[in-house]
C-alpha cells in the first residue's frame, strides 16, 4: 500500500520541553488513523503540524513525497479545527457561505465561483443532509449540526487526505455517533484517508482501522482494536 | 432645491456618500474581526503623520499617509507575532500617535494647522481635487474586495483553517490593514477622523442586529452608511449642525433601532417557538394512555 505521509524524526516543542519527541510515522493512503493518548501528549499538535499551521522544530514531514514546506496541493487535504464554531455564535455567516469556503484555496484566489463549482456545493449539502439549513445562520444550529457543516466544508473539493481535530468535541452521544458513522463511510466507500484525533476509543475502535497513541512519541501504533487490548492491559492511553 | 444645487453642497453630498460606501465596506473585516478600534487608532497616527509634516514643511497628506501606513504594517505585524495581545497593541499605538501629535503642535510655532478640521473635517469646503482623490480610493477599495471577497471572508471567518487551504494569509491582512490605513489617512482630511472611524463601525454594528449572511452584513453596512449620510446631511443643513457629528448620531440611532428591533424579534420568535412547539411530557403521557387505551 502507497505511504502518503511520511513523518521522520519530528520534534516540536512550545518552550517547556518536548511536546513531541523523535516522532517517526508513516501513514498509508486510504487508513482512517485514530490519533489517541492522554492529554497534553501532542495529539493536536501533531496534526496541526501536518496541517502546516505549526512549523516542526526538528524532523520532516512529507506529503505525496513531497516535504510539507514546498508541497503546493492543499485542494488534496481537508481540515476541521478543533471546535471551529466555538467564537463564532454571532458571526454572520450561512451554512452555505461555509461549505462554499471549501472551495477557496491559493489556485483559485481571484476567481469567483463559477455553476460546476455550485454543484459541489449541492451535492455535499445533500450528502450531509444539510439541504434544510442551508440558508440558516451557522450560530443557529446545534453543536453537532455545526460539525457537519465543518465537515462539509472540508470535504466539498474531494480531498485526498482528511485531518480533524476532535471533531466530535461539544456534541451529544447520538450526534457522535453519527459522525463517527459518517467518517466511516467516507472511509470505507470513498477511501479517503482520515487522521482523526479522538477521545472516544470506543467509538474509534467501531470505525477506525488503525490507531496511534501518542504520549511525546508513538507509544503505540497498529490496529485500532489491539489498542484498545493495549489500553485495557496497560491503561496508559489516558492518564 | 437649495441643499442639492449649491456648489459646496453637491461636493459634500458626493465625498459623504463615497464615504459611506467606502468606510462600512473595508470596516465590515474590521468589525467581525474584533478589531473595530483599528481606524480610530490609525487616524491618531495618521493626526501624528500630518502635525508632523507641517512642522517639518512636508506636504501634510503625504506625510499623513506615509505615517499611517507604516503605522499600520507595524501594528499587523506586533498583531501577528503577539496575537493574544491585539487591543493592547493598538491602544499603545493610538496613545503614542496622539502623544507625538501633541509634541508636534507644541513645536510648531509658525502655524499652519487646523487641529478641527483634523478632527472633524469640513464637509462643506471640499474641492474638485479633494472629490477626485476620494473617488480613486472608493474604486480601488470596491475592487479590492469584489476580487478577494471570498479569500477575505475566508481570513475574517476562520484563518486557521484559510491558512490550510493555502491562502497566503500574512499578505491578505496586510493588504486590508495597508488599505485601512490609506482610507484613514485620505479621507480624514476630508471628513475627519470622527466620521472615517465611526463610519467604519457603527453602519456595520447596525446591520450585524439582522444580517444572517457574510455579504448581507457588507451590503446591509453600506446601506445603513448611505442612510446615515443623507439624512445626517439634510439635518445638518437645515438645523445649522455640524455635518460629521450629525451623521455620526443619526448611525447611533440607527445602531440603537436595530438593537431594540432585534432583542423584541428574537422574543417574539422564542415565544411563537414555544407556543407551536407540542410539550413533550404532554405527548409522552398522551402516548402512554394511548397505549394504555389499547391494551
Known sequence: MEKIIKIDNLSYNYGEGWILHNLSLEITKGDFLAVIGPNGAGKSTLLRLLANILEPTKGDIRI?????????????IGYVPQNPARNQKDFPIKVREVVELGLVNSGNIFKSLKSKDL??????????????????????????????VFLARAMVNNPEILLLDEPATGIDTEAKAELYQMLGDLSEQEGKTII???????????????????????????????????????????? | ???????????????????????????????????????????????????????????????????????????????????????MILAIFFYSGIALAIIFIGLNKTGGFNLSSILFGSLMTITTSDLWLIATLGVIASCFVVMLYRPLQYLVFDETSAKVAGLPINTLNMALTILTALTVALAMRIVGILLVSAMMVIPVACSLQTAKSFSGT??????????????????????????????????????????????????????????????????????????????
Open chain 2, 1 to 87: 432645491m437649495e441643499i442639492f444645487a449649491l456648489d459646496f453642497m453637491q461636493r459634500a453630498w458626493i465625498a459623504g456618500l463615497i464615504v459611506a460606501v467606502i468606510c462600512p465596506l473595508i470596516g465590515s473585516f474590521l468589525v467581525l474581526r474584533h478589531q473595530s478600534m483599528m481606524g480610530d487608532g490609525l487616524g491618531h497616527i495618521a493626526f501624528a503623520g500630518v502635525a508632523g509634516g507641517v512642522l517639518l514643511g512636508v506636504g501634510p497628506v503625504i506625510s499623513g499617509v506615509v505615517a499611517t501606513v507604516l503605522g499600520a504594517i507595524f501594528i499587523e505585524k506586533a498583531r501577528t507575532k503577539l496575537k493574544d495581545y491585539g487591543d
Open chain 1, 119 to 148: 454543484l459541489k456545493v449541492n451535492a455535499i449539502i445533500n450528502k450531509f443532509y444539510l439541504e434544510d439549513l442551508a440558508s440558516k445562520k451557522l450560530g443557529e444550529l446545534s453543536g453537532g449540526q455545526q460539525q457537519r
Open chain 1, 64 to 76: 505525496y513525497d513531497e516535504p510539507l514546506d514546498t508541497f503546493k496541493h492543499w485542494e488534496k
Open chain 1, 196 to 239: 482523526m484525533v479522538s477521545h472516544d476509543l470506543d467509538l474509534a475502535v467501531k470505525y477506525a482501522k488503525n490507531a496511534v497513541c501518542l504520549d511525546h512519541g508513538v507509544c503505540f501504533f497498529g490496529d485500532v482494536k489491539e489498542a484498545l487490548n493495549h489500553h485495557h492491559k496497560h491503561g496508559y492511553f489516558y492518564r
Open chain 2, 218 to 295: 457588507i451590503l446591509g453596512g453600506i446601506g445603513y452608511g448611505l442612510f446615515s449620510v443623507f439624512s445626517g446631511l439634510i439635518l445638518s443643513y437645515y438645523l445649522n449642525l455640524a455635518p460629521g457629528g450629525t451623521i455620526v448620531i443619526v448611525g447611533t440611532i440607527c445602531f440603537i433601532c436595530s438593537l431594540v428591533y432585534k432583542i423584541t424579534n428574537s422574543k417574539k420568535i422564542t415565544k411563537e417557538t414555544l407556543e407551536n412547539e407540542p410539550c413533550a411530557i404532554c405527548a409522552h403521557s398522551e402516548a402512554t394512555m394511548g397505549e394504555k387505551d389499547e391494551s
